[in-house]
């Protein structure tokens, strides 16, 4: 009995210890979960891209209107600042946007205008520069995050009238309509910005910009009214520095 009871110890010990060594080399440890990506800070960057629109010219010297359509395009390169905070993966920010711009359209009226048979005039349409105040709203995928945006657009626009020929009717002279404005309108888009180092980020993003309507008279004051509506689309990549 005394050597029946020596042998079943030595065999549940030996069956424990062969257990445990089996749990052992089975075991593996839990897998790290991978940092979140910490969007929030200021930053600083660079933009250039394209930009292209659609003016709608319209005058009431005739009933009805006389709508002219014609697109312009061009290019755009500027800075911009920003800041973001990040609450889990969503990341709420605002940033600011001030551009160059040589974006440039015309087109030439054909007859018959202000009553004249053989009238020939042309409609031109010249953007300066721009500037965005957007509100941002993204969400983290790590090193991405996209997002979309929408504020406020401002530009410098040049709109012009010229009457080609003739510019003398009933013995005045009409040198045509011309306007140079800040122009106040909305924007919305969205793009991706990626976190190429903890600090640097590139972006490539879709801007739609509308600057409504603007109207004045033609030379002179008696003449007729001129209204040019405005809306451009731009696309773009940036470079930013953020901030720790």
Not at 10 to 38: E, F, G, N, Q, W
Not at 136 to 154: Q, T
Not at 181 to 188: C, D, L
């Amino acid at each position: 009995m005394k050597k029946f009871l020596i042998a079943f110890v030595a065999i549940t010990a030996l069956t424990s210890a062969a257990s445990a060594a089996d749990l052992a080399a089975h075991y593996t440890k839990a897998p790290v979960a991978a940092p979140i990506t910490d969007w929030t800070g200021v930053y600083l960057g660079v933009s250039a891209g394209g930009m292209w629109g659609t003016n709608e010219w319209s005058s009431d010297e005739t009933n009805p209107l006389r709508p002219g359509s014609y697109d312009n395009s061009g290019w755009t390169a500027g800075g911009l600042v920003g800041a973001n905070i990040q609450v889990r993966n969503t990341v709420i920010g605002v940033e600011f946007d001030g551009n160059w711009a040589d974006v440039t359209g015309s087109k030439t009226i054909g007859t018959p205008y202000n009553g004249i048979a053989n009238n020939v005039s042309s409609i031109n349409n010249k953007i300066d520069w721009t500037a965005h105040a957007r509100a941002r709203l993204g969400y983290s995928f790590g090193n991405w995050l996209p997002f979309i945006a929408g504020g406020a657009a401002i530009a410098g626009v040049h709109d012009k009238l010229n009457f080609i020929v003739p510019q003398t009717f009933n013995g005045a002279i009409y040198p045509g309509y011309s306007n140079s404005a800040t122009r106040v309108g909305f924007t919305v888009g969205g793009g991706i910005d990626f976190k190429v180092t903890p600090n640097w980020i590139v972006r490539g993003e879709y801007l739609y910009d509308n600057f409504g309507t603007t109207a004045g008279r033609s030379s002179p004051a008696t003449f007729n009214t001129e209204q040019f509506t405005l809306d451009t689309h731009t696309v773009r990549a940036a470079v930013m520095y953020k901030f720790d």
